[in-house]
């Protein structure tokens, strides 16, 4: 490491750590640099998760005095409610840094070009919204395959209608985050970095979701496979042998081999829970065991 990053990184930990930056040994820096790094993890939830009867300010406020560092916005694109939104957070001194607009009501992997025309205009539009709230990335579901939608053909058609909306995230500088979810596609984490890769955009990222693939897989491993790929993470529990969610940390979930993968990778961003909402008290704890999976407990 070169003196000037060595010097920048030991203030940063001396900070962190309440010593004087002349006192940092090699040793100390070793050690205090991984807490200082594991802090870098922040925590969001899913705006639906806060009180409905409250207004969109004291949500945000609520979600801040709770604990959270940001929320995961809903699809806005009227721009009323975007500045709305917006505005509420930077009062509320907390962060927008994704919106969840999901894909599922008129998929890209349509068969008519009609819905598929309309899918890919729905996405241009919850990019822009996205910008206005000050959102760094935009959730999507990239695909649905069912008994009327072939495998191979959604997988085809939803990257030819992503490579349509690749432009506008480029122009506004929003990410594209597809995530794994219950839609019978992209399913093994091989499969899933090959998507994202035959799509060559910086503007199009993974957004790994940790109990979406504990039916029938181990986060750990597809975090690993992931590796750079992954944008944002939600968390969220599932129990494997009943078959039930659960909240954090009382599934099936091993949170401590996550909390390694994701060190393993170099992620640093937003961990978003996607829960049941609940009152100030739940939510506290929400926020509490996520700060116990962040330090690797």
């Known amino acids: 490491m070169k003196r000037r990053e060595f010097l920048g990184r030991a203030a940063k930990i001396a900070l962190a750590a309440g010593l004087s930056p002349s006192l940092i040994t090699s040793e100390t820096f070793a050690k205090e640099e991984s807490s200082v790094s594991k802090s870098e993890l922040k925590k969001a939830l899913v705006f639906g998760m806060l009180p409905g009867n409250l207004s969109t300010e004291d949500r945000m406020k609520l979600a801040r005095d709770c604990g959270f560092d940001g929320v995961e916005a809903p699809p806005l694109t009227d721009p009323k409610e975007t500045e709305a939104m917006r505005l509420a957070a930077e009062k509320a001194g907390i962060e927008i840094h994704s919106v969840i607009y999901g894909g599922w009501g008129k998929p890209l992997s349509a068969a008519d070009e009609k819905t598929q025309d309309e899918a890919v205009q729905a996405a241009k539009e919850g990019l822009k919204g996205a910008k ?127 909390r390694k993968a994701l060190d393993e990778v170099g992620y640093k961003g937003y961990l978003t829970a996607e829960l049941p909402g609940g009152d100030a008290a739940y939510l506290k704890d929400v926020a509490i065991r996520m700060d116990k999976i962040i330090a690797g407990e």
């Not at 209608?161 to 690749?166: G, H, L, P, T, V």
């Not at 499969?191 to 890769?197: C, G, I, K, L, S």
């Not at 129990?239 to 099936?252: F, H």
Request: charged share 30%; aromatic share 12%.
């Open 132 to 258: 206005e709230m000050g959102a760094a990335c935009l959730l999507l579901v990239p695909a649905v395959v069912n008994e009327h939608t072939r495998y191979e053909d959604a997988y085809h058609r939803s990257q030819k209608n992503i490579r349509r909306i690749i432009p506008t995230a480029k122009d506004l500088n929003v990410t594209i985050a597809i995530e794994n979810v219950w839609n019978n596609f992209l399913l093994s984490p091989m499969e899933f970095a090959r998507y994202v890769d035959e799509l060559d955009s910086p503007f199009v990222r993974a957004y790994f979701d940790v109990g979406n693939v504990v039916a029938f897989g181990w986060p750990q491993d597809w975090i690993r496979t992931l590796g750079k790929r992954i944008y944002r993470v939600h968390v969220k529990d599932f129990k494997k042998d009943t078959r039930e969610w659960k909240n954090l940390r009382e599934g099936s979930v091993d949170w401590i081999e996550v």
